[in-house]
C-alpha cells in the first residue's frame, strides 16, 4: 500500500517532531552544562597568579629535601648569584647532591618568586 503524498509529509513531520522532542532537552542539557563548564573555568583562570618575568640561573645542588616516587624533588640548591634557594625540580632523575642544574626563577604579579629546575648544567 502506498502513502499519498500528502500522508507521506505529515508522517514525516511526526517523525521529526517527535525526535525533536526525545533530543531536543537533551542537547539542551549538554549546552547547558558546557556553558556551565566554561563560565566555572573562566573564574578560575581570571584567578591564576600570572609569571610575568622568567630569569634563568645556575646553581649546584647542596641536598635533596624531598624526593617523590616519580623524580619530582624539592631542592635546596647555591645560586651562582651567591642565594640558597627551594626549587622544585621534576626532572624525571632527581639531582644528588653537588649536580649542577639551570634554574627559572619566576616572578609572578603577585610578587612571589618560584624556583623550577629546567635541565642539568652542562
Same mark, same amino acid.
Not at 31 to 48: H, P, S
Not at 92 to 119: C, F, K, M, Q, W
Given at each position: 500500500? +502506498?502513502?499519498? #503524498?500528502? $500522508?507521506?509529509?505529515?508522517? !514525516?513531520? @511526526?517523525?521529526?517532531?517527535?525526535? =525533536?522532542? /526525545?533530543?531536543?532537552?537533551?542537547?539542551?542539557?549538554?549546552?547547558?552544562?558546557?556553558?556551565?563548564?566554561?563560565?566555572?573555568?573562566?573564574?578560575?583562570?581570571?584567578?591564576?597568579? +600570572?609569571?610575568? #618575568?622568567? $630569569?634563568?640561573?645556575?646553581? !649546584?645542588? @647542596?641536598?635533596?629535601?624531598?624526593? =617523590?616516587? /616519580?623524580?619530582?624533588?624539592?631542592?635546596?640548591?647555591?645560586?651562582?648569584?651567591?642565594?640558597?634557594?627551594?626549587?622544585?625540580?621534576?626532572?624525571?632523575?632527581?639531582?644528588?647532591?653537588?649536580?649542577?642544574?639551570?634554574?627559572?626563577?619566576?616572578?609572578?604579579?603577585?610578587?612571589?618568586?618560584?624556583?623550577?629546575?629546567?635541565?642539568?648544567?652542562?
Amino acid at each position: 500500500m +502506498r502513502l499519498t #503524498d500528502e $500522508k507521506a509529509r505529515r508522517l !514525516t513531520r @511526526l517523525i521529526w517532531r517527535d525526535r =525533536a522532542r /526525545r533530543w531536543l532537552p537533551v542537547i539542551a542539557m549538554v549546552l547547558v552544562l558546557a556553558g556551565a563548564f566554561a563560565f566555572m573555568t573562566e573564574l578560575q583562570i581570571g584567578r591564576i597568579d +600570572r609569571t610575568v #618575568d622568567v $630569569k634563568v640561573h645556575e646553581g !649546584t645542588v @647542596l641536598d635533596v629535601k624531598h624526593a =617523590a616516587s /616519580r623524580g619530582a624533588a624539592v631542592l635546596h640548591v647555591h645560586l651562582d648569584d651567591g642565594r640558597d634557594i627551594d626549587a622544585l625540580s621534576a626532572l624525571r632523575l632527581a639531582p644528588a647532591a653537588g649536580a649542577h642544574v639551570v634554574i627559572n626563577e619566576g616572578r609572578h604579579a603577585s610578587g612571589r618568586l618560584t624556583y623550577d629546575v629546567v635541565r642539568f648544567s652542562e
